[in-house]
């Protein structure tokens, strides 16, 4: 039987935000010894404003944006979504792209008007157009760049930049008097990003560059060390979740892939239940002993 410490921790971290998927994620979550935190959608607020379209001679700005913005409608990814709602604040009518194949956390490729369209992530973009990543890319450092190519050639850049959630530094505060011990970021977006965003926080780790498999790999070795809670919102995060003693999905804005991996999802937009569920799953442990 369910000791009923348990089952009362499991109703009071639900009442925080926490949805978590039985007694014995509880019991792991008492004992996390590192956190490893994806960045887009996770880390921050998952809102990110175009700050520039820059061209690279042959579409104008918008004409950019349509191709991007065509491709992205079916994507769950954040930035997508943001491309998708540029597009529609400008009043920018999207036509049905075709051939849609997406790359988690990569980019998309597909046929809008019957050009063969590339949008995404610069390594994932100049890899396909066969260019070196840095050439031509906006100068932009902390910005997250989206690459467009059309019919194999590099058409223009999206620039954007993404908040983070407010009140993170007290919560990592917190989360380290539990007693977690190292705290990672884990990343599919460029280096200088992931440091801009993180800067004063403290992180033990900045892993950037991340495929969805990398991300894993990250998360096993880190085991070695002790219990690991993984937190992320992506198709491209969901390995990783299930790969953690503990898998956190972001379930208000997160893909419904991230929720089904995960050992306990968060009911509300923020990442204050990390804390609040582990407090609870301390509380409870003190009790069932
Ligand atoms: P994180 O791991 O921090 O959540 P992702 O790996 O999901 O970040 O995204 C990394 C980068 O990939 C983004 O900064 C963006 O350049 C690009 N990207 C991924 N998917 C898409 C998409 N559907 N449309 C445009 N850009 C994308
Ligand atoms: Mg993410």
């Known amino acids: 039987a369910v000791p009923v410490a348990l089952v009362a921790g499991l109703s009071r ?3 925080y935000g926490a949805l978590i998927k039985g007694a014995k994620p509880l019991e792991a979550l008492a004992g996390i010894q590192t956190l490893i935190l994806d960045k887009t959608g996770t ?13 690279h001679g042959v579409l104008s700005e918008d004409e950019i ?18 491309i998708v709602a540029a597009a529609q604040a400008r009043d920018i009518v999207l036509p049905i792209p075709l051939d849609i194949v997406e790359t988690p956390g990569d980019g998309v490729r597909g046929t809008v008007d019957g050009r063969r369209i590339l ?4 390594n994932f973009v100049m ?3 066969g260019a070196s990543s840095s050439s031509a ?3 932009e450092p902390g910005a ?6 059309v019919d194999g050639q590099l058409a223009g850049h999206l620039v954007m930049a993404d908040a983070l959630r407010s009140g993170t530094s007290e919560l990592l505060t917190g989360l380290r008097r539990t007693g977690i011990k190292r705290i990672l970021l884990a990343t599919g977006d460029r280096r200088a990003v992931a440091e801009a965003v993180t800067e004063g926080l403290g992180f033990d780790a900045i892993c950037s560059d991340l495929t969805p498999d990398q991300k894993v790999r990250l998360v096993l070795s880190e085991r070695e060390n002790g219990p690991v809670m993984m937190v992320g919102d992506g198709v491209n995060d969901a390995p990783a979740l299930a790969a953690a003693n503990i898998g956190v999905a972001m379930g208000v804005r997160g893909t419904a892939a991230s929720a089904e991996a995960a050992d306990m999802v968060l009911l509300v937009d923020r990442l204050s239940p990390l804390l609040s ?6 509380g409870a442990r003190r009790i069932a002993l």
Request: proline letters at 5%; aromatic letters at 4%.
């Open 127 to 129: 890899e396909q157009v």
């Open 13 to 15: 971290a639900a009442h």
């Open 137 to 139: 890319a906006p100068q």
């Open 144 to 149: 997250i760049l989206v690459a467009l190519a």
């Open 65 to 82: 944006l349509y191709f991007a913005a065509a491709l992205d409608q079916g994507s769950k990814h954040p930035i997508a979504q943001a």
């Open 43 to 55: 880390l921050t607020d998952g809102r990110p404003q175009i700050v520039s379209i820059q061209s």
């Open 119 to 122: 949008v995404g992530g610069l």
């Open 277 to 282: 569920g582990i407090e609870v799953a301390q």
